[in-house]
Structures are given as structure tokens and as C-alpha cells.
């Protein structure tokens, strides 16, 4: 066991979004996942950054505990079972997590055995975000995505039924710099497409 466990630490933990991995590829030997395929990058562990939005105790004879956690490009799933659940136990929904772990896949299903988890303030979300993209070189991507702002304008028009969003929100949910987001908001400003209702709020035209 201490082998297996010497292996397992030796594996890198890429920092990644949550939407990276769940675009990768598992890779499979005799139905047992080995890792996955990420680009070049064969992933075992990963290092993210993602807020609790869900959780799920099971307690008696098996116990387990399962947390659904987002960073905006998407959700993933943390399990921990019988006596390592206190990692897990813990945290509360809305608590904004640093969590290190590894990949697992089950039934199509990928989710994350974490090692670490512990609770951080929620502007290293958009910290992260930066870093990740800074670094990105051979992350794959989607040939048919739009231009930012086309994105932006999306995001702007999806929360018209909730009185608009805030700009931090986009910055964080558009795969773009947040500079080239102030860009774009201010062109769409300019061009009255879109109203500022109140500073760092924005609303759909019409």
C-alpha cells in the first residue's frame, strides 16, 4: 500500500478547470480507468479551484459522503467513502474549495477521489482562471466557439430574467482575459446593445 501510495504522489497534479477535464478522454485497461487523455497530457491527479453547491451525506454500515462542485466552466463530482469521509464532512454548501485529488470514471460517470480539500477565498476563482489560461498551450478547444463577444452577449441575454449580471460574473464565465472582456462590454455599451442599470451591472437592450 505504500507503494501504490508513493506512485499515486508522484503523479503531477495539473491544475485544471473543471470544463478541461470533463472534456478529456478516460482511458481504459481491462474496464479500469488509468488515466485521462487531456490534450498531451495524461492526467491522473488534478489541482482545482470550484465553490460547493451541493452535498450529500450517507451515513450506517457504508458510509459516504459526495459534494458537487462548480468553477463556471463546469461541475464534477467529489466522493469519499467509509473512513475517509471525514475530508469531506466538513465543508458546507456555498464554501469556495481548494481541492486536490484523483480522476476516477465509473459508468461514463468521471468525479474526483480528493487528497486535499480545504476552504479559500472565492476571488482565487478568477486568480485561477487567469493562470490557467496564461499557461494553456495544448488544452483542446472548440473549433465552432464564438467570439467573445458573442459569448458576452449570451451570458447578458440568459440572465434577463434575473434583472441582468454582473460583469465579475461574466469574467469569470467567458474563457476570455478580463481585459479583453472590459473590451468587448464597452463596445457593446457604445453600440446600445446593452445598459449599465447600476455600476458593474449589466442588462440586455433589446
Known amino acids: 500500500m505504500a507503494e501504490n501510495e508513493e506512485i499515486r504522489k508522484r503523479n503531477i497534479a495539473y491544475k485544471l478547470r473543471i ?33 460547493c453547491v451541493d452535498k450529500f451525506v450517507q451515513e450506517g454500515e457504508k458510509k459516504y459522503v459526495s459534494l458537487t462542485v462548480d468553477d463556471a466552466s463546469g461541475q ?3 466522493k469519499a467513502f467509509g473512513d475517509d469521509i471525514g475530508i469531506l464532512t466538513k465543508v458546507s454548501q456555498g464554501d469556495t474549495l481548494q481541492i486536490i485529488g484523483n480522476v476516477r470514471e ?20 478568477l486568480v485561477r482562471k487567469l493562470e490557467i ?4 498551450k495544448d488544452m483542446p478547444t472548440d473549433s465552432t466557439e464564438s467570439p467573445v463577444k458573442d459569448l458576452i452577449m449570451e451570458k447578458i441575454k440568459q440572465a434577463e430574467p434575473d434583472g441582468g449580471i454582473d460583469i465579475e460574473t461574466i469574467k469569470l464565465d ?24 447600476r455600476p458593474g451591472r449589466l442588462r440586455y437592450l433589446g
Open 174 to 197: 467567458v474563457e476570455a482575459s478580463p481585459d479583453s472582456i472590459d473590451v468587448e462590454i464597452k463596445k457593446l455599451l457604445e453600440e446600445g446593445l446593452i445598459y449599465e442599470p
Open 106 to 125: 465509473w459508468n461514463g460517470d468521471l468525479y474526483v477521489i480528493p487528497e486535499v480539500v480545504k476552504s479559500v477565498d472565492p476571488r482565487w476563482l
Open 133 to 136: 489560461q496564461n499557461a494553456r
Open 76 to 78: 464534477i463530482r467529489l
Open 19 to 51: 470544463g478541461d477535464i470533463l472534456k478529456g478522454k478516460p482511458i481504459t485497461e481491462a474496464e479500469k480507468f488509468i488515466y485521462l487523455q487531456l490534450g498531451e497530457k495524461r492526467v491522473v491527479r488534478v489541482n482545482i479551484l470550484a465553490n
